[in-house]
């Protein structure tokens, strides 16, 4: 089976290889764009950058499964969440979603995401390190190393290939 990870994010391609157990697989990664803003900013916006990435990999790598992962912000009353939502795309089925973790961004964070910059850039910044996106995430830079980008979408993707199974098991029962 052929599996189309519409990203070339480490942390990303990880992620989906961890969640596969079978054994004949293969995995590509494919620079696919999200078709939403640089930066989501709700929910919405990073489920539609997901569900982009998933069906676009699935068309373009001629897989069987596509997969699209985004992060996100989403403004609350509390203050600024970070969100991560995920997308799988196979035939015959319509895509798959699902959310993540989530946290309140210290409010130095949240001020200059809310300005126009990115969060991958402004972590880099905050925490002093190169390409805080590749490789701990927001998350790990928050939760002290506890949970990095990896799990967090490792988490994701385990739903999903779940949903997976579960809806291809249903079919194959009617």
């Given at each position: 089976?052929k599996?189309?990870?519409?990203?070339?994010?480490?942390?990303?391609?990880?992620a989906?290889?961890?969640?596969?157990?079978?054994?004949?697989?293969?995995?590509?990664?494919?620079?696919?764009?999200s078709?939403?803003?640089?930066?989501p900013?709700?929910?919405?916006?990073?489920?539609?950058?997901?569900v982009?990435?998933?069906?676009?990999?699935?068309?373009?790598?001629?897989?069987?499964?596509?997969?699209?992962?985004?992060?996100?912000?989403?403004?609350?009353?509390?203050?600024?969440?970070?969100?991560?939502?995920?997308?799988?795309?196979?035939?015959?089925?319509?895509?798959?979603?699902?959310?993540?973790?989530?946290?309140?961004?210290?409010?130095?964070?949240?001020?200059?995401?809310?300005?126009?910059?990115?969060?991958?850039?402004?972590?880099?910044?905050?925490?002093?390190?190169?390409?805080?996106?590749?490789?701990?995430?927001?998350?790990?830079?928050?939760?002290?190393?506890?949970?990095?980008?990896?799990?967090?979408?490792?988490?994701?993707?385990?739903?999903?290939?779940g949903?997976?199974?579960?809806?291809?098991?249903?079919?194959?029962?009617?």
């Open positions: 089976m599996i189309i990870i519409g990203s070339k994010n480490p942390a990303k391609i990880t989906v290889k961890n969640a596969f157990s079978e054994k004949e697989l293969e995995f590509i990664s494919l620079d696919i764009p078709g939403v803003n640089a930066q900013f709700s929910d919405e916006e990073t489920i539609n950058g997901a982009n990435r998933a069906v676009e990999a699935l068309k373009k790598g001629k897989g069987e499964i596509g997969i699209g992962l985004e992060g996100g912000v989403q403004e609350t009353k509390r203050g600024m969440l970070i969100c991560n939502w995920g997308a799988l795309a196979a035939n015959d089925i319509e895509p798959i979603i699902a959310g993540g973790a989530r946290f309140i961004l210290p409010e130095e964070v949240a001020i200059r995401v809310r300005s126009g910059e990115e969060l991958g850039p402004v972590m880099d910044d905050y925490a002093k390190i190169q390409n805080v996106r590749k490789h701990e995430g927001a998350i790990g830079i928050f939760t002290n190393g506890l949970i990095n980008r990896v799990d967090m979408f490792t988490h994701l993707m385990n739903i999903l290939v949903q997976y199974q579960y809806k291809k098991k249903s079919l194959e029962n009617q």
